[in-house]
């Protein structure tokens, strides 16, 4: 098992920053993807970042050119850092890490508790 402990979530102005750090421990050498989703009021869950091992990094349209997902794997964590924040922002983020294979019994997937970001105007 692998577990997902967040932090760095709080309270940002419109056009400010905020960094988010996800620290896994346990399994971790069976982890091949980690990203970020988050989840607004009344929508569903959504990716916003996603950092494979050995792959490109990804963006949702949404954050491509302000947020930077980033893997220290000395470290076991990944991190979101969220610049040139809007209200839309706003949401629950949530750590979400996954042994994504081709055999479906051998996928793996999980997730931190999630972390609030609110950006005021």
């Known amino acids: 098992q692998v577990q997902l402990v967040e932090s760095g979530g709080g309270l940002a102005q419109a056009g400010g920053s905020l960094g988010l750090s996800c620290v896994a421990s346990g399994s971790i050498s069976s982890i091949n993807v980690m990203c970020w989703y988050r989840q607004a009021p009344g929508k569903q869950r959504e990716l916003v970042a996603i950092v494979p091992t050995g792959g490109s990094t990804r963006y949702a349209d949404s954050v491509l050119g302000r947020f930077t997902i980033s893997r220290d794997n000395a470290k076991n964590t990944v991190s979101l850092q969220m610049n040139s924040l809007k209200p839309e922002d706003t949401a629950v983020y949530y750590c979400?890490?996954?042994?994504?294979?081709?055999?479906?019994?051998?996928?793996?997937?999980?997730w931190g508790q999630g972390t609030q970001v609110t950006v005021s105007l």
């Open positions: 979400h890490a996954a042994r994504n294979t081709w055999i479906v019994a051998n996928r793996r997937t999980y």
